[in-house]
Structures are given as structure tokens and as C-alpha cells.
């Protein structure tokens, strides 16, 4: 498919999830007042709707045909993702998020925490109409972000992070949420339990790769026309780059990149970007991404060729090419 | 129904209901780790399991005999409810919840968050069994608990709260659980919707009738064998003995109020219980709770004689006598 048409096609999509959000949160503002306008104003304030995209799209490519059936459960995992970002911020003192300031930054931390609540409960609150099982995934899925979330809070500024870790962090906090909205799509497209894992995998690989991309951007992104870089060194978060960096490096060098993800300003930033080049860590970064997203695209080869599955792999090929 | 029987058969359905809960907890902690082990550290930390006991009791009433349809529900209310006590708890700083300290103060807030976040998906993934129709009552009920903590919130120290502006706070985040657990469980138990709407009006008065008691034991409970007195004040809480004494008094005995109220402190506590006396507030609570819980057993007249009934109205006895 050609990258042109397969933007407008993933445009419409988009254009389908953000009207029924916005639809949502109108009749919720009606409803329940101020908590459901802030919480819509973070929901709203933009952001790619990957989840929902690949919800969607793993639907249509499993065969299901109606969009009342699926979209409930594609919107189901933007609110849960917005209601982790609202909490996430709070908890990394973040003032900004998609380019507006974060929800704590505008009502205080009080109303944030209930609004991340509330965004939670509109999540689960649109699983209602799908049986048992689906939501049972989802349930999994939250409360995998939540464990992963803390181990992430006890590896701040690790250095003894292995990459095992880090990939238990990812695939809970990042990586399970696609895995989830995939599988549950299956399901609810009535695919088998085996297909249904291999999306549920198909999904655990993206996730992951779309991970391996953030962490790169935030030490080789280009500020002007993506997210600002350094934010996670600054927060003690263990990137893969780092990780890796501090595994391969020795002697001086790993005493000074040690050094610099302890003490870390932006002064260090240039030598933090060398000490990774020396160590080989950025180009293996990416290449961790390619063996993901080809892992990923090997799940979606068994299932017949059609739309849906080439804007999967479409999203695959942005996942990788992202620059915010 | 005597008394010491009643307790005794209360006391049977919490032991079912702990037992329950516990068994969930380990199962998940097996999973989930540190968040499950933390999270359920404060669930199984005590508490009367009212709402649970409420959904256990009011299903039976309806005519439900199959224990397993309704544990989910019950341990769901249950769950949600201490999510909302974690998150509370940040936002009132408060140290100590059912004699242990909270989980903030044990793991730190960013953890207390998650943890919260963690407590409310599981409460949603036990209601995964149920219709979207049981599911609806309990997201709209735990969306409202978020609009009425934001109401509470911009109440703080508001000395113009008006007894409406207390209703529908106290509905929202009080009473409205009880009334969507026995909502849920009539619903469960396949009383038409008529029936479900009268036993979620009990809940609510039920509910009214308990917050009432909270706000009196706030100013006039023996600490020695119950709850400290005097948090709601120092945390700027506006309860119905304040607000009506504000409303009632006037001149200097008005303003020397306002000034306690804004500035409190232990030593102005029992000048506070005189002025409260004066205007006839704690007298004029009571009756409150008189009313309340007479409305409240008013939605059971109708209902056949059973144990299960017998025991709904003992337990409104047990929230008008409380002492913790």
C-alpha cells in the first residue's frame, strides 16, 4: 500500500475515534461537571490513538465488521492510557504533556489523582457491553501497568538495571497495553484462542519496539520537531541505551557515564551522546527495534492479506520512523 | 431478629467475604508482586465490610441463592472503596487508616497512587461476569465518586456550603456506593428494574445515614474506643453539624465559629462542641439520621420477611449506634 493512502485511511480512523471521544466526553460533561471536563481536556489535547488504531485495525483483519461492536473497546484503552499519563505526570512532576500542561499543573495534584481515577472508570465502565473474558484481559492488562510501574519506581537511577528488567518494565507498562487491545480485538472478532495470542503477541512486539523508539528519541531526537530530549535520563529512568551503555562500557568511561546519569544536566548532554556512541548503544537500540517490528510483522503473515493488515504493518513502518 | 443472632450471622457473611478477599490477594500477589502485596495489606487491613455485607444481603432479599453470582460483586464494591480510601488518604495527608499506617506513608506517594489505580481495576475486573447493565451502575457510581471528591475539594474551608451542596457530596461519594451495590445485587438477583430502583434508594438513605454518623462521631465520638475526633475540622471538611451552626448562629457566636472553624486547633475544641450545642446542630443531625435511616427501611417494607431483610434493618441499627 502506498504511504500516502495508508496516511488518509489511518486519518479516517483517527478522525472516527477522536469525534466518539469527544461525543463521550460531551454527554459525561453533562453528567459529572468539572472532573469530566478536565479529565476530557487531557484526553482530548491530541496524541497519535495508536491503541485504538491497532484495536481497530486487528478487529477488521480478524474478520469483525461492525464498528459499534469494536469502538467502545478501541476507546476503552485511550481512556485507560490517558488516565496512566495522568498519574505518570504526577508522580515524574511533568508540567507538560503533548505540548499543554499536564493535569496536576492546572487543578493541583488533589484533582488529578481523582481525575486519573475517573478516566480509569470510563475505561472500564465502556468494557461492559463485552463478555467475561475480554475483560479479564483488560483487567489483567491494568493491573500489569500498575506492578510494572512500581518496579520502574525501584529502578530509578539503578545502574544495576539489566535488560531483563527493562524488559519486564516495558512489557508491562508500555508494551502489555497493545498485547491487550490487540487480543481483546480478536476476541471480540470471535477468532480463536491461538490466533488470538499470536495478536496478543503481534501486539507485545510493537509495543516494545514503540518503547525502544521512545527511549531512543530521548537522547537523538530532534527537539524542533518532536519531544524534548534528556526528560528521562533527568527522571532516573533507566533507558535501554543506557543500560546498554552501562554494560558495555568500562574502566573510565563507565565511571563517567555513572557519573553523568547521577549528576545529569543538559551541560552533559553532548558527552552522555558520545559515551553512548562509543558504546555501541544507540545503533544497538535500533537495531532492537527492526528485530521487533519483524517479529511483529511475522505474527500478521498467516492472516489473508487485506486493508486492515497492511495499515498494521503501516504502523509498524511509523512506529519505527517516529519523531514524537 | 435478636440482636447477638443478628451479630452472629453478620459476623458469618464478613468471614465469608474476608476469606474471599484474602484468597484473591494471594492469588495476586503470586502475579503482581509488591503492588498486589501492598495494596492488599491495606484491603485486608479490617474495616466492616458494609458495602459488601449490603450487596451479600440485599441480593438473598431479592431471592438469589447462588453465592458465587454475588461474591464478585460484593468484593468489587469493597475493593473500589478502598481504592478510593487510598487515594483519599493522599490527598488529606493523612498518616493512619484503620489503625495501621497508610500506604503512602509506608511506600511513598508515588507508589500509594498506583497502588489506588491497581485496587480499582481489580474491583472492575471482578464485575467482568456481570451484564453491561451491572457494570454501568458500577461506573457511573464510581464516576460520580470522582465529581463529588472534586465538589468536597472546592469546599474545603467554604464556610457558604449550603446543606444541598453537603447532599450531593455525601451522595456521590458516600452513599452513592451503597446505593449502586444494592442496585447491582437486586439486578443480579433479577428483581425487575422498579424493585432495583427502591433498593438503590435504600442504599442511598442507608448511605446518608452513615455519613451523618461519621460527621457526629467527628465531633462528639468517644475516642477511647472509636475514631479520633476532630480530623474533618483540622482537614477543613464541611460536615452537617458545621453547616448547620453556621447557618443557625448568628452575631459573635457566628463569627467566633467561622474563626475556630478557619483556625482550628485541640484547644478550641470544646468551645467548638458548645457552639454546636448552642445552635442545636448535633441534636439537629441526629434526627437527621433518625430520618434517614427510617426512609431507608421504609424501601424494605415491601420486600417478604426473610432473614436476609431482617438483617438489612439491623445493620441500619448497627449505622445509627456505631462508634467507629
Redesign the interface.
Known sequence: MEADIAMDMLEEIRVIINANLESLIEE?KA??????EVSGNVLLAGGKRLRPIVTYLVYQMAGGDDIDAILPLAMAFELIHT??LV?DD??DNSSVRRGKPTMHSMV????A??????L???G??L??????????V???C??????A???Q?DHVLNLATSPEDYLEIVKGKTAGPFAAAAKGAAMVADLDSTESDKLFEFGMELGIAFQLVDDLLDVVGDERIGKPRGIDVYEGKMTLPLIHALTILHGDEREELESIITNFDDSKFERLIQLLEIGGSINYSEILVNNHLERASQYLEEFDDCDAKSLLQFVASMVKNRNS
Chains 1, 2 share one sequence.
Open positions: 459525561q453528567i459529572f461537571g468539572e472532573v469530566a488516565a496512566t498519574h504526577i508522580n493541583g495534584q488533589s484533582k489523582i481523582i481525575g486519573g481515577d475517573w480509569f472508570v470510563q472500564f465502565g468494557g461492559g457491553i463485552y463478555n467475561e473474558d475480554v475483560v479479564k483488560m483487567a489483567n491494568c493491573a500489569k501497568i500498575a506492578s510501574e512500581f518496579m519506581i
